[in-house]
């Protein structure tokens, strides 16, 4: 059990940076899943969106909420920041960190959209194509949210993690 430990880091942030990537990633995972259950007009395929809507909004918020606390590490004194500053990684700064915390925060309007629109819509949902294509650009746009935030996470982890 305790090898596990090895892989997440002894730092005092490191298990909160394992969770929020590995929500993160999960996030991710659901909302890929999302998209073959909105492809098919199958009720069965209905009822798995209606699941997946919930833990989009779970998983959104608790990757967030885990980032805004890694992020008060990455600020610090002696933090991250400070770190690439000093050693003249403006980019990994101001592309990497910056970036994908602004462009994360979307996921999780995206995911209660996708939530709202699939459970006011059960009744017509086989009928509208209205709300599957709401719901469906909303997946695509997330997912690219979602990919991008993961991209620019491993980047500034491999450059110096929190």
């Known amino acids: 059990m305790l090898d596990y430990f090895k892989l997440i ?3 005092p942030y490191d298990f909160s940076a394992a969770l929020h990537g590995l929500f993160g990633f999960l996030l991710f995972g659901v909302f890929i899943w ?8 199958s009720p069965e ?29 990455y600020r610090a004194k002696d933090g991250v920041q400070p770190w690439l500053r000093a050693n003249d990684m403006y980019y990994y700064h101001t592309l990497g960190m910056e ?41 695509y746009a997330a ?13 500034i982890t491999k450059a110096k993690a929190v």
């Open 9 to 11: 880091g002894s730092g």
């Open 45 to 73: 395929a209905f009822e798995r969106l209606k699941k997946g809507s919930i833990a989009m909004v779970i998983f959104s918020f608790l990757s967030i909420a885990y980032g805004n606390a890694i992020y008060i590490a």
């Open 99 to 139: 970036l994908k915390e602004f462009i994360a925060l979307f996921t999780f309007p995206l995911a209660v959209v996708i939530a709202y629109v699939v459970f006011t819509m059960s009744e017509d949902w086989f009928e509208s194509t209205w709300a599957r294509n709401t719901v469906r650009i909303a997946l």
């Open 34 to 41: 999302a998209v073959e259950a909105v492809n098919n007009k």
């Open 143 to 155: 997912i690219l949210y979602t990919f991008i935030a993961l991209g620019l996470g491993a980047m």
